[in-house]
């Protein structure tokens, strides 16, 4: 990613859900709230103006170079910080952050990511295969280069909800054998040619899936998800509000099991005696919010957008079990780092 002109000054970036977030985060002048994908900034500006406190964190350092007008406009009530959101819990103590008013996050990969075919997210421009949103680890090129057709298809299936995973996993194989697939156009063109090409009357590119598992494999973003509602968990303070707007089936499954999971009252009944668990420590805000049309309209990647907000009871923190939050499982596939 280039220079601070492309981030959070860069005027065609459009927040997604803007509005609904900023009321479920119900912000107070004097509030504290962490923005845990600070991305361009617009989630973070809006708070930053109606007088809160932000502690804004990105695992790109791009993103942070690019946060530095925001830190000129509003000083010491903004803090940027390079780092996993998975680690949240750990950054706001380190910053004295805690107990928090509000977290936000952004779930997945960002407009500037997609924008620039240098890192390799998108197949709209041609670039090198990388899909990396950190500066280290294994990048998509070295998975579709080194994974064996299993490992590709399981990713492919479960990470990208694609039918055909076992068909394209094999065309992947067979054309690396012929040279390595190096950028974004060609394995693209791979995947199309295995998919049958578009269907009739679909938008959708048949390499959208692919792309997608490569991503969210290679950067754990399931993992990191799951780790960073648990941490939200941890640094909220009774009253205050957790927004997650997520993008794919994927990520807002397990933000919906994850809220119901916590503001769920375990009853009894005549049948069958109380089943004393843990007090919720959420209550829910919303069943799921999608944007209206004249956002949609306006800006095409709040489309997929799901908003679920939920406010931090007085209850301690639930132990974390990812087995009940719909993880897909990849049986057998080694982590990402295996195969850098």
């Known amino acids: 990613m280039g220079g601070s002109e492309s ?53 790109d350092p791009s993103a942070i170079v690019g946060g530095a007008s925001l830190l000129e406009e509003y000083g010491a009530r903004l803090r940027l910080v390079e780092g996993r959101f998975s680690e949240m819990e750990a950054i706001a103590k380190d910053n004295d952050f805690t ?20 890192r390799g997210f998108s197949f709209r421009f041609d670039g090198p295969l990388d899909m990396r949103m ?16 299993g490992d590709l298809q399981r990713i492919i299936g479960h990470l990208g909800e694609e039918r055909r ?30 998919a049958g090409g578009r269907a009739p009357g679909s938008h959708i590119h048949p ?23 648990s941490a939200a968990e941890q640094v909220l303070g009774e009253g205050g509000r957790l927004v997650v707007v997520a993008f794919h089936s994927l ?15 375990l009853r009894g009944s005549r049948h069958q005696p109380l089943n004393v668990g843990p007090a919720p420590s959420f209550t829910a805000l919303n069943r799921g919010l999608k944007a209206d049309d004249a956002e949609t309209a306006r800006n095409p990647r709040s489309r997929s957008a799901v908003l679920r ?10 132990p974390l079990d990812i087995t009940r939050l719909g993880m897909p499982r990849l049986v057998g596939v080694a982590e990402p780092e295996a195969f850098a």
């Open 207 to 229: 390499a959208t899936r692919t792309f997608q598992a490569l991503r969210i494999f290679i950067n754990r973003e399931l993992d990191e998800l799951v780790e960073a509602l």
């Open 309 to 318: 907000a939920a406010e931090r009871t007085a209850a301690p923190a639930h």
């Open 165 to 194: 995973a076992g068909r394209i996993a094999r065309a992947i194989a067979a054309a690396r054998d012929e040279e390595p697939i190096t950028r974004t156009a060609t394995l693209a063109a791979i995947v199309e040619k295995a």
């Open 7 to 59: 981030l959070p000054n860069n005027s065609s970036h459009v927040p997604v859900m803007l509005d609904p977030v900023m009321h479920a985060l119900n912000v107070r002048a004097d509030g504290r709230y962490i923005d845990g994908t600070f991305g361009a900034g617009g989630y973070s500006r809006a708070i930053l103006k109606a007088g809160g406190a932000v502690l804004a964190i990105d695992r």
């Open 251 to 265: 990520e807002d499954r397990i933000v919906k099991r994850f809220l119901r999971l916590r503001s769920e009252e």
């Open 134 to 149: 950190g500066a280290d680890g294994a990048s998509a090129a070295d998975v579709v280069n080194r994974a064996s057709i």
């Open 99 to 118: 107990p928090a008013d509000g977290v936000v996050l952004d779930v997945g990969v960002s407009s500037m990511q997609l924008d620039q075919a240098e």
